[in-house]
């Protein structure tokens, strides 16, 4: 299927007082038309820096240094900040964990989303207000003709949340770059969020990317993960394959953190011991070494490469090499 974006060899760093922070060490991969891509790592891992990057949204000292970012057939590095505005407000849209820092304070929810309604179809405001109480609707507000002269102090959280989602989708973005979207919400109103997403690709057909530490999120969403370490890509592949067979340490790592469905409102089942690696001198080898329990002399001497393990399959591990010891990788009982 033809790619809507294309990310080739991303670099980007924070260059600060305690020296260059190389948050994103060259990290490829690619989000197909009408495909959810799953981007999986803890904090730190880069993940959110990769997506701020294909925004062009960087805070200082924050910097591009090398890559590509190929939207639509058009690196957006090379575009004029005007030129991105225009993607930013129409082609791509962005959900965050914290809606209230893109929420504008000021304005009553509904003339947020009426606003960005009327920006991308030609409609009077009438017509526009009819749309948003529908997307209220559809995003789950309770009572959405009254709730729409509401300011986002009213909402709650998961509200602001679902508030989020309908103005993004005002838009009709190709791309939703959801980052953490469901982290702060409870359990139940965390489903009904990833469901509306998955209803949003499948209708409009927009692609998503949904960013997140919780590999049990994106499962019901996403079709392919990349589990993202230390600011590189360390596996890629299919839900199916990530969650039944995976091919890296760090992975099952994070599969079996993920709490089983009787516990899920309990707490994280195995937290990966160790913290992750200081990416102002990143390791000289393997980023995970110094928490991986198969951890061999050459992973702190050599950063592995991607061995291809399938179609559009890769894991970035030395377990993978021909020569290397043949291991029982303990997978956790997952799903
Ligand atoms: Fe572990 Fe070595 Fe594989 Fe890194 S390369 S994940 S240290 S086995
Ligand atoms: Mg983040």
């Known amino acids: ?7 080739k060899n991303l670099k980007t760093s924070f260059y600060t007082h305690i020296g260059e922070v190389q948050a ?4 490829s991969f690619h989000v197909g038309k009408g495909e959810a891509l799953g981007i999986v790592g803890e904090s730190g891992s880069g993940k959110s820096v990769t997506s ?3 925004m062009r949204l960087l805070q200082f000292p924050g910097k591009i240094k090398d890559g590509e970012i190929i939207f639509k057939g058009e690196d957006l590095k090379k575009i004029s900040e005007k030129d991105m505005r ?3 407000g129409n082609e791509i849209a962005m959900i965050f964990q914290d809606p209230m820092t893109s929420l504008n304070p000021v304005y009553t929810i509904g003339n947020q989303i009426i606003e960005a309604i009327m920006q991308h179809q030609d409609i009077n405001k009438e017509d526009a207000r009819k749309q948003a109480i529908e997307m209220l609707t559809l995003v789950g507000i309770p009572s959405p003709d009254k709730r729409i002269d509401n300011y986002p102090h009213e909402f709650s959280g998961g509200m602001r949340q679902r508030a989020m989602i309908a103005i993004a989708l005002s838009c009709r973005p190709d791309l939703l770059i959801a980052d953490e979207p469901t982290t702060a919400l409870d359990v139940t109103i965390q489903a009904q969020i990833l469901e509306l997403m998955k209803e949003l690709k499948d209708k409009v057909n927009t692609s998503i990317i ?6 049990g999120v994106v499962a019901d ?4 993960i990349i589990v993202m370490y230390g600011g590189l890509v360390m596996e890629e592949g299919t839900v199916e394959e990530i969650f039944y067979d995976p091919k890296h340490p760090y992975t099952m790592g994070l599969l079996k953190s ?24 990143p390791p000289k080898g393997c980023p995970f070494a110094a928490r991986c329990d198969y951890a061999m002399r050459i992973c702190t001497e050599e950063v592995p490469p991607y061995f291809e393990v399938g ?3 890769r894991s970035m591990c030395w377990l993978l090499h021909e020569d290397a010891p043949k291991v029982e990788i303990e997978t956790g009982a997952v799903v």
């Open 86 to 88: 225009a993607v930013r």
């Open 221 to 224: 969403v996403c079709s392919r």
């Open 24 to 27: 994103v060490r060259g990290v």
């Open 311 to 313: 179609e559009g399959r």
């Open 52 to 54: 701020m990057s294909v």
């Open 1 to 7: 299927a033809e790619n809507i974006l294309e990310v």
């Open 258 to 281: 993920i709490p089983k469905v009787e516990t899920k409102e309990k707490q994280r089942l195995v937290p990966i011991d160790g913290t992750p690696p200081d990416l102002v001198k």
């Open 210 to 215: 949904l960013i997140t530490h919780d590999l």
